[in-house]
C-alpha cells in the first residue's frame, strides 16, 4: 500500500514509518524541514516538504494513496491555539476530499469529546468535527491519553527544587500513553480494514500522581521525589518562566485543571479500551537516561 505519514521524524510518526517500511509498504513523510530529507531517505521513505496548513501541498501528496497517518502539531507560537489547530483542520478536510483519499488514521486525544474546558485538547475536539463532515471517507481517530514524554519538561525542576508537580494533587489519576504505543496502534489500523467514522482510545497506564513522582524518582535515585500540587497561578508562572508563552501557558493549565476534575476520563471508561504494552516502570527507565544526560 502508498501510505503517507504526517508528524515528520515525530516520536510517534518514526517508529510509525519504520513498521510501515519494514512491513513492505510505499511510505511518504511529510515535514516541514527540508533538513530531514536525508534521514527521512534513509529510513526508506519518500520526503515531502510542505505545510500542514497548505491544503494545496496536502492534496498533491495524498494524491494516489491508500491511507493516510494525520496529526495536528502542536504550534507554541500561535496567539491562538484552537484557532490555529481549526485551520490545519481544515487544510486536512480539504485536502483529504480533493485527493480522494479513502482512509484516515487520525491522532487525536483523550477529552477530544468535550467541546471546552480541556485547553488545547478542544481545537482536537475541532478537528475530530470537521473531519466527520467528509463523506465516503473512513477515518480512525486515536484518542491518545497524556503523554509520558510530557514528563520530560519536569527534569528541570525536579534538578532545580527537587520536586515534580502540576495544578493538582498527588491522588490525582492520570491515564497514559508511551508516543510508541500509538504508533503500534496507528500501523495496525493503517493495515487493516476499516468503515465509517470511528474512536479507539489508546492507552499504556493507568496510575496516580503519587504514583508516578514514586516510580520516577526511584528510576532517578530520588525514591522519595514528592508530587506537588501548585495553584494555578502557579503553574501559570512557572510556564512563563520556562519559555511558554501566555497563551500556551494558559491552555495548559485549563488541561491541568481537567485532569484535576477528571472530566476526560468517564468517555475513555466507557471504551474500555486495551492497554498497550509500555507500563510507567518502562518509560522510567528512559526518564532516567534523559534526566541523567
Known sequence: MKIIVTGSLGNISKPLAQQLIAAGHQVTVISSNNDKVAEIEQLGAKAAIG????????????????SIYGMVPP??????????????????AEAIKTSGVKKVVFLSSIGAHLDSGTGPIAGLHDVEQLLNKLDSVAIKFLRANYFFTNFYNDIPLVKQAGIIGSNFPAHTRMVMVHPADIADAAAEFLQQPFEGKSVSYV??????AADIAKVLGTAIGKPKLPWVEFTDEQAYEG??????????????????????????????????????????????????ARFNA
Open 239 to 288: 510556564m512563563i518562566q520556562a519559555g511558554l508563552s501566555p497563551e500556551v501557558a494558559k491552555n495548559y493549565v485549563e488541561m491541568g485543571t481537567a485532569i484535576k476534575t477528571g472530566i476526560m476520563w468517564p468517555d475513555f471508561d466507557q471504551q474500555k479500551p486495551e492497554f498497550y504494552g509500555r507500563k510507567l516502570e518502562d518509560f522510567a527507565k528512559e526518564f532516567a
Open 75 to 92: 504550534n507554541y507560537g500561535n496567539n491562538n491555539m484552537r484557532a490555529g489547530m481549526i485551520q490545519v483542520g481544515e487544510a486536512y
Open 51 to 66: 505545510s500542514l496548513n497548505d491544503a494545496a501541498f496536502l492534496a498533491q501528496t495524498f494524491a494516489g494513496a491508500d
Open 203 to 208: 492507552a499504556s497506564d493507568d496510575r496516580s
